[in-house]
């Protein structure tokens, strides 16, 4: 099994920057692609981020795209999204995934390991 434990969410008003960080343990040699996706209150969760196994290739939804940033080290098993320019409308939690295939998708059900999430709330 493999877990996945978010870190790095809070309070940041508009314009500011965060960064979250996804550490994997367990049986990590399951981990290959991994992503961000989010849910903001009252609507449905939002793919956001995500990556490769060997993090070369990396894919963004459009209206984080040049804001946010998603890398990972595989050495410590942990992938992160930079986020810069926050808005209240990124205010979320936020949710790493993992995925036994080597190439991201932006489909929540082509995940196969989900972290507890972290609140991220951006003031105006």
């Known amino acids: 099994q493999v877990q996945l434990v978010e870190s790095g969410g809070g309070l940041v008003q508009a314009g500011g920057s965060l960064r979250l960080s996804c550490a994997a343990s367990?049986?990590?040699?399951?981990?290959?692609?991994m992503g961000w996706f989010r849910q903001a209150p009252g609507k449905e969760r939002e793919w956001v981020a995500a990556?490769?196994?060997?993090?070369?290739?990396?894919y963004y939804e459009d209206s984080v795209k040049g804001r946010f940033t998603i890398s990972r080290e595989n050495a410590k098993n942990t992938v992160y999204l930079q986020m810069t320019s926050l808005k209240p409308e990124d205010t979320a939690v936020y949710y790493c995934?993992?995925?036994?295939?080597?190439?991201?998708?932006?489909?929540?059900?082509?995940?196969?390991?989900w972290g507890q999430g972290t609140q991220v709330t951006v003031s105006s």
């Open positions: 367990g049986r990590t040699s399951s981990v290959n692609a």
């Open positions: 990556i490769s196994g060997g993090g070369k290739i990396t």
């Open positions: 995934a993992a995925r036994r295939a080597a190439w991201g998708t932006t489909r929540g059900d082509d995940y196969d390991y």
